[in-house]
């Protein structure tokens, strides 16, 4: 699971428990400037993910770790896709970020009310 937070100009994701073994990440940091939004998406998580290099994924169990498909690198860390949420950026390493959260709504929240 992730914890997303704001951190002055920053969004902040930090990988928590064994997610940071699966994932090979313990904290993304992004400038807000380069957010442009978050949204619920539970049904992301039936997509094709791509090529994994390097993470996890067991379908229908886990993927996390930085997957690569149509040019772009997108990373995930998720377990139970009815706490999904996507963070999409521009002009960073990550097209966008698949996450599971606590509270996907006030993540959503966070993450746009910190962009206006």
Do not use: C
Not at 9 to 22: A, F, M, N, P, S
Not at 81 to 105: G, N, W
């Amino acid at each position: 699971m992730a914890l997303v937070r704001i951190e002055g100009d920053d969004l902040v994701v930090l990988i928590e428990g064994l997610d940071k073994l699966w994932a090979l990440k313990s904290r993304l940091t992004i400038p807000l400037t380069n957010v442009r939004g978050a949204t619920v998406d539970p049904g992301i998580t039936t997509d094709p993910k791509g090529i994994r290099a390097p993470g996890t994924r067991v379908p229908g169990v886990i993927a996390a770790g930085t997957f690569h498909r149509d040019g772009e690198k997108v990373f995930w860390d998720v377990k139970d896709p009815s706490k999904t949420v996507v963070v999409e950026l521009a002009d960073e390493e990550y097209a966008r970020l698949v996450l599971q959260v606590d509270d996907p709504r006030a993540t959503v929240a966070l993450v746009e009310n910190a962009l206006i």
